[in-house]
Structure formats: structure tokens, C-alpha cells
Nanobody, 125 residues
Framework: HVQLVESGGGLVQPGGSLRLSCTAS????????IGWFRQAPGKEREGVSG????????YYADSVKGRFTISRDNAENTIYLQMNSLKPEDTAVYYC???WGLGYGALNAADFSFWGQGTQVTVSS
């Protein structure tokens, strides 16, 4: 059935790296913009990174710029979020979601219609 599945989360020490994957079942991600969001306990959902369907534009929140990289592998029908130099404040549940496009600037969760179930990332020593 149609679904988005995130994977790759886990426990990592500060300064470490993780690569999150967002894989689609029963539909192709080629035609969609994809966003990565995160939500920590007691905090609002934050748009972390996004990529357009043609990979012509990528977005990064200031809090992750220079540390996170979003990429797409159409053959694998998967979007990746490479996270380096992780900090304790990166701890959150990370979600991927689809949209028909990306506006310039911060991601708006209301523009994203289909969401995965999330994967937990914990950065702690």
C-alpha cells in the first residue's frame, strides 16, 4: 500500500553522523518535492531540509546548514538526509513528507500532504 517509511535513526554521540532514508512504497518520489521535518518533545515541528522534484533547489534551515545534506536516488525511490556533526539539540523525531513544490524560504508543513511515521534521532553522550 502507499506509504513513506523513514529509517536510519538511532542513538549517536555528539559530533557523530547518521544518514536517514525516506523510501516510498507503491508510488514514485520522482514527481514530488520532499521535505524533512523534525519535532522534539515540547517543541513545534521544524522544517529541516527540502528538495524539489528536479533537484534544482534545496533548502536547509539555518540550524543545520553546513552539517546536513539532502539527496535523492530515483533508482532506489529514496530520499536521504546525511547528518554530520550532530548536536544534542538535533535530538527529535524526524519525518519526511511529500509536496507538489517548494516555496523559497522556510518549509511550511501545511504544504506537505503525505507523511511518514517518523524515526527517532537521539544525540547524547
Amino acid at each position: 500500500h502507499v506509504q513513506l517509511v523513514e529509517s536510519g535513526g538511532g542513538l549517536v554521540q555528539p559530533g557523530g553522523s547518521l544518514r536517514l532514508s525516506c523510501t516510498a512504497s507503491d508510488f514514485t518520489l520522482d514527481y514530488y518535492a520532499i521535505g524533512w521535518f523534525r519535532q522534539a518533545p515540547g517543541k513545534e515541528r521544524e522544517g529541516v531540509s527540502g528538495i524539489t522534484s528536479g533537484d534544482t533547489y534545496t533548502y536547509y534551515a539555518d540550524s543545520v546548514k553546513g552539517r546536513f545534506t539532502i539527496s535523492r536516488d530515483n533508482a532506489e525511490n529514496t530520499i536521504y538526509l546525511q547528518m554530520n556533526s550532530l548536536k544534542p539539540e538535533d535530538t527529535a523525531v524526524y519525518y519526511c513528507a511529500t509536496a507538489w513544490g517548494l516555496g523559497y524560504g522556510a518549509l511550511n508543513a501545511a504544504d506537505f500532504s503525505f507523511w511518514g511515521q517518523g524515526t527517532q534521532v537521539t544525540v547524547s553522550s
